[in-house]
């Protein structure tokens, strides 16, 4: 198993930009695919961007294409989520997932998850 805890959140203004990051623990970090999701008040759960085990491929929703970018230190076993140009529709609690499958990490079907951290973008 695999626990993960995500920090980095907070209120920036719009255009601003924030740093998230997920720090795992309880098992080779390496051997995970890891994902972000958000979800925004009264909305269901979303993917946002995905990372592959070794770091060398990465997929994107596309509202977040050109201004996240998702990264990992395998040696710190840690993810990371570069947010920037953010916008008010960013607003979420955003949740970093693990999978030992590329595919349940972006459809969101892997069972561990993070507790979540909060971004407020304000206009």
């Known amino acids: 198993q695999v626990q993960l805890v995500e920090s980095g959140g907070g209120l920036v203004q719009a255009g601003g930009s924030l740093r998230l990051s997920c720090a795992a623990s309880g098992h080779t970090f390496s051997s995970y695919h890891m994902g972000w999701f958000r979800q925004a008040p009264g909305k269901e759960r979303e993917f946002v961007a995905a990372?592959?085990?070794?770091?060398?491929?990465?997929t994107y929703t596309d509202s977040v294409k050109g201004r996240f970018t998702i990264s990992r230190e395998n040696a710190k076993n840690t993810v990371s989520l570069q947010m920037n140009s953010l916008k008010p529709e960013d607003t979420a609690v955003y949740y970093c997932n693990a999978g030992s499958t590329f595919s349940t990490v972006v459809s969101g079907t892997t069972g561990y998850w993070g507790q979540g951290t909060q971004v407020t973008v304000s206009s």
């Open positions: 990372i592959s085990r070794s770091g060398f491929s990465s």
